[in-house]
């Protein structure tokens, strides 16, 4: 394995410029969830993906996302990056670990178009360094209470797309859907706010269609 770029006009990625979207949010807000229903609708685009997940001491999501999206897209597509610190350092503050992952991964599958990075779960502070993804989401979940966006932070805020996700359970924990997408509406100044429910797969097409217009 070599991580010698092939294509000095982009010399993280190597051969291609494949679109990079980083996924990030508070702990089990439903990143590697989400990873695990858009990826299908990648894939029957015909895109050839990667996936690139963060742990700090395992590589946990790296394993559900290979047993989920196995026969859809091969395990040696799936990296897990043990960050070994705290998941913005890995994904903003230095990215390295993840750049290289990513140059790795492109020079053994070089056809790879589409790549996604799964921060590991952190509060509502982190964001992707721009030199690391093209696209920023950003997965609050409604179990996490409907006061969210009201509290704001810079992932709600910066993020290219906000996620709102677990709508199936928004009843459930009292959480008002209508007031939380409002609330997320008017913290984000018309940047989009996307309603999920990953395990049924509702808004998850919506997803993709937005993600697509990120890609140069
Ligand atoms: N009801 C419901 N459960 C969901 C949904 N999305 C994810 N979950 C569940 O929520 C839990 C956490 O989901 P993950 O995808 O592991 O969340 P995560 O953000 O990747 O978690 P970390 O990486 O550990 O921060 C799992 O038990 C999922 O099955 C959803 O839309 N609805
Ligand atoms: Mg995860």
Redesign the pocket.
């Known amino acids: 394995m070599t991580t010698t770029p092939q294509n000095p006009s982009d010399p993280v990625t190597g051969t291609g410029s494949p679109l990079r979207i980083g996924i990030g949010?508070?702990?089990?807000?439903?990143?590697?969830?989400?990873?695990?229903a858009l990826v299908p609708l990648f894939v029957d685009e015909g895109r050839q993906v990667g996936v690139i997940?963060n742990?700090i001491y395992t590589q946990?999501?790296a394993l559900?996302v290979r047993r989920e999206l196995d026969g859809i897209i091969a395990a040696d597509r799936i990296v897990g990056v043990e960050t070994g610190s705290c998941p913005h350092t890995a994904v903003r503050d230095d990215p390295t670990m993840n750049l290289m992952a990513a140059a790795d991964l492109i020079d053994e599958h070089p056809e790879i178009d589409t790549i996604f990075f799964?921060s590991?779960?952190?509060n509502l502070t982190l964001t992707f360094s721009p030199a690391l993804v093209d696209v920023f989401v950003f997965?609050l979940?409604t179990a996490e209470g409907q006061k969210m966006p009201k509290k704001r932070g810079p992932g709600i805020t910066e993020s290219d797309i906000l996620v709102i996700?677990?709508?199936?359970?928004a009843q459930y924990v009292r959480c008002d859907l209508d007031i939380m997408n409002r609330d997320a509406i008017a913290v984000r100044g018309g940047k989009p706010v996307v309603l999920?429910?990953?395990?049924?797969g509702?808004g998850i097409a919506d997803l993709a269609t937005t993600l697509e217009e990120y890609r140069a």
């Open positions: 949010g508070p702990v089990g807000s439903g990143k590697t969830a989400l990873i695990e997940t742990d946990e999501d559900h799964e590991g779960g952190d997965v979940d996700n677990k709508t199936d359970i999920t429910d990953c395990l049924a509702r």
